[in-house]
């Protein structure tokens, strides 16, 4: 699932992942397991606006933080990061945008001091969005800013892609054309270099 994720499949990746956790052992060593493939399927659902259904799966992964008390019942950060990431879009998606602004900055405060830079670069972007949509575009464009400062410490330019996009829209809100367009073009040259079919 995540290989076809990686390669923009990702009604595949989904398809995959239900099989997945179809199949998945609830009683065997590994069940933290199930909490990463429940993150995942989330993060394909959002990624093909099936909202609604991401949103079931987090509200399935969120029971079972009540039963182990954690985010997610794992010892990675990098799960939990991404737990964090993907529940303040959907928040952020269903206009509950204080409870998704907090839940980015715990994801935010983590990332930091686990010095996981590309999960802490998609956290700001995905903060500004949450503040462009809350109609708060001060503090949209200062986490977008803070965002690209990251850009010599991240490991995958297609990260860029969004950043540059979602700074563009909202210089475009706010009338500044030539500036939107020079954001839209940055984002489109990472676009043709990183083949990501789904850059918005």
């Given at each position: 699932?995540?290989?076809?994720?990686?390669?923009?499949?990702?009604?595949?990746?989904?398809?995959?992942?239900?099989?997945?956790?179809?199949?998945?052992?609830?009683?065997?060593?590994?069940?933290?397991?199930?909490?990463?493939?429940?993150?995942?399927?989330?993060?394909?659902?959002?990624?093909?606006?099936?909202?609604?259904?991401?949103?079931?799966?987090?509200?399935k992964?969120?029971?079972?933080?009540?039963?182990?008390?954690?985010?997610?019942?794992?010892?990675?950060?990098q799960?939990?990061?991404?737990?964090?990431?993907?529940?303040?879009?959907?928040?952020?998606?269903?206009?509950?945008?204080?409870?998704?602004?907090?839940?980015a900055?715990?994801?935010?405060?983590l990332?930091?001091v686990?010095?996981?830079?590309?999960?802490?670069?998609?956290?700001?972007?995905?903060?500004?969005?949450?503040?462009?949509?809350?109609?708060?575009?001060?503090?949209?464009?200062?986490?977008?800013?803070?965002?690209?400062?990251?850009?010599?410490?991240?490991?995958?330019?297609?990260?860029?892609?969004?950043?540059?996009?979602?700074?563009?829209?909202?210089?475009?809100?706010?009338?500044?054309?030539?500036?939107?367009?020079?954001?839209?073009?940055?984002?489109?040259?990472?676009?043709?270099?990183?083949?990501?079919?789904?850059?918005?």
């Amino acid at each position: 699932g995540r290989i076809e994720f990686y390669q923009n499949h990702f009604n595949k990746a989904i398809r995959l992942g239900e099989k997945a956790l179809k199949l998945f052992d609830l009683n065997g060593e590994r069940t933290y397991y199930y909490d990463l493939m429940l993150i995942s399927q989330a993060i394909y659902l959002e990624k093909v606006n099936r909202i609604g259904d991401a949103q079931n799966v987090i509200e399935k992964l969120l029971q079972r933080r009540q039963l182990h008390g954690k985010i997610i019942y794992s010892e990675t950060n990098q799960a939990s990061l991404n737990a964090y990431e993907i529940q303040s879009k959907l928040l952020g998606k269903g206009k509950q945008f204080s409870q998704a602004a907090e839940v980015a900055q715990k994801g935010i405060e983590l990332a930091r001091v686990d010095r996981s830079y590309d999960r802490l670069f998609e956290l700001w972007t995905t903060l500004g969005g949450i503040y462009t949509e809350w109609n708060k575009p001060h503090l949209a464009k200062i986490c977008f800013q803070t965002a690209l400062k990251l850009q010599q410490w991240i490991q995958k330019d297609s990260l860029l892609i969004h950043t540059h996009t979602q700074l563009g829209r909202l210089y475009l809100k706010q009338d500044n054309i030539p500036q939107a367009l020079d954001e839209f073009k940055r984002s489109y040259q990472y676009s043709k270099t990183s083949h990501d079919e789904y850059g918005e």
